[in-house]
């Protein structure tokens, strides 16, 4: 779900780019000198060019006569492009991403869960069924700063962009493109905090409330999770300085 290809110089330019502005090293209002670019990268001026373009798309990058071109407001930037999400997702999560998905999905996922118990399909319950049982086996209490988190990221993902295509509503269904690199950055945080099974516990009771076609009961259960997601990375992000200031922000705002 790319509007460029990420092989080849220029892929690897826009990719470059993108993640020095997610992560803060070229920040709103700098200016981009294309020569140095060119000498930093070794490319030629058409593959920088494009590159630019391509930025300019997503609402990153703009040019004016005189300025030259710059990285924009944060406030232009396609935040919902699955690029931008993805470099945001990159490397230390995005706080404020992170944060924010939770709202997002506390929104979204009751209802999705909801409307999963009256549409879904026997195929796919089964799907969810599995990436339950998936996350179940990937989760190993024994060694949360050891373990590879990749198999049960994967599973988590699964599961709830199953739930999202079991609802019936095609809409639904693509806020996979979002939930993908964001649920990518929360779990990867989120994993090495986890002591208890009790998130499991919670997925389990969404799964078989919509394999009992009860949409009350899905709809309160998923809820339940997404509460208890967004209050465990607060409790995450708020260890970390620059995430504690983040949520001091956003209560402010309030």
């Known amino acids: 779900m790319t509007t460029f ?3 080849g110089l220029h892929g690897q330019v826009v990719n470059e780019l993108g993640m020095r502005i997610m992560r803060g ?8 000198d294309p020569d140095a670019l060119l000498a930093d990268f070794q490319v ?7 590159a630019i373009k391509v930025l300019t798309a997503k609402g990153l990058v703009d040019a004016r006569p005189r300025l030259g071109t710059y990285v924009t407001e944060r406030s232009r930037w396609q935040l919902l492009d699955s690029d931008v999400m993805n470099w945001r997702s990159q490397g230390t999560p995005d706080p404020l991403l992170v944060l924010e998905l939770g709202e997002v999905r506390q929104v979204l996922e009751p209802a999705a869960a909801q409307m999963a118990a009256v549409r879904r399909t026997p195929e ?18 024994s060694s949360r700063g050891d373990s590879n988190a990749t ?7 699964i599961f709830h962009s199953s739930v999202l295509a079991a609802s019936g509503n095609e809409l639904l269904a693509r806020f996979e493109v979002i939930l993908e690199p964001a649920l990518h950055a929360r779990d990867s945080l989120a994993y090495a905090y986890e002591t208890t099974r009790d998130f499991l516990h919670d997925h389990r009771a969404v799964f078989e409330a919509i394999a009992a076609q009860d949409p009350n009961a899905a709809r309160a259960r998923m809820q339940e999770l997404m509460d208890n997601a967004a209050r465990d990375t607060e409790l995450i ?6 995430g504690k200031a983040v949520i001091d922000a956003r209560l402010r705002a309030l």
């Open 44 to 50: 030629s001026r058409t593959v920088m060019r494009e």
């Open 5 to 7: 290809s990420r092989r």
């Open 124 to 141: 796919q319950l089964a799907r969810i069924e599995a990436a339950l049982h998936e996350l179940e086996s990937s989760f190993d209490e």
């Open 151 to 157: 198999p049960h990221i994967e599973a988590d993902l």
């Open 237 to 242: 992000i708020t260890s970390d300085t620059e």
């Open 25 to 32: 090293q070229l920040k709103p209002g700098d200016t981009i």
